[in-house]
């Protein structure tokens, strides 16, 4: 999955900023750099890896429970928070006690434990330390001290649902660029999108 997610995200033009593999799922924090890069990406990754899945172990059909979901995260809010919520993952789910006791996530490459070359540092990662070591040591301190409530509480709807993360002034430029929905509605007010005669930036 890792030799898969290195080829396509370099052939598609996509940053990978974070991962984690769990037993049947994954999570990743991108930034594609143009349009329909993401999708390209996830397409191919996903084709791949389930016709190597059943060559491997005998089997024949679908392997995922439908398409991947993706949401947009204000970057300066939340960005941080995400990493360390991907690092957490396999400790929430009682796999490991400590994040850089999982294998499979580039928990290690942040705290200079290993180094994951395919992985691109957001530059917000460069603004916690003048220097490696103490770009690790801080980032190691953020992920120890973990996450509020409800820091946890919106990435966890944010991931399942596929609404935009951010402050209202954040998702409301989302929507004024799209017709497309980017957070939930409330109950009883119908969604007209945007003014057809406005135009997209």
């Not at 037993?23 to 084709?47: K, Y």
């Not at 994040?99 to 990662?125: E, N």
């Not at 939930?184 to 135009?199: M, V």
Request: hydrophobic share 40%; charged share 20%.
């Amino acid at each position: 999955m890792l030799d898969l997610l290195e080829q396509h995200a370099k052939a598609q033009g996509v940053d990978i900023h974070a991962y984690v593999l769990m037993d049947n799922h994954l999570h990743l924090l991108l930034t594609p750099r143009r349009d329909r890069a993401l999708p390209l990406m996830m397409q191919s990754v996903g084709r791949t890896y389930v016709r190597a899945f059943n060559q491997r172990h005998g089997r024949t059909g679908t392997l995922w429970e439908g398409r991947y979901r993706s949401t947009l995260i204000q970057t300066d809010r939340y960005l941080l928070a995400c990493m360390a919520y991907i690092d957490l993952n396999p400790v929430r789910a009682g796999m490991v006690t400590q994040p850089q006791d999982h294998l499979w996530s580039s928990h290690a490459h942040y705290i200079g434990l290993r180094v994951d070359r395919w992985v691109t540092p957001h530059p917000l990662v460069w603004t916690l330390g003048n220097t490696p070591f103490a770009r690790e040591a801080a980032y190691a301190e953020l992920v120890h001290a973990g996450l509020s409530e409800d820091q946890e509480r919106a990435l966890t709807q944010s991931a399942l649902s596929g609404w935009a993360l951010g402050e209202t002034a954040f998702v409301a430029n989302l929507q004024k660029q799209t017709d497309r929905r980017v957070v939930k509605g409330r109950a009883g007010r119908p969604f007209s999108g945007r003014n057809p005669s406005s135009s997209s930036t």
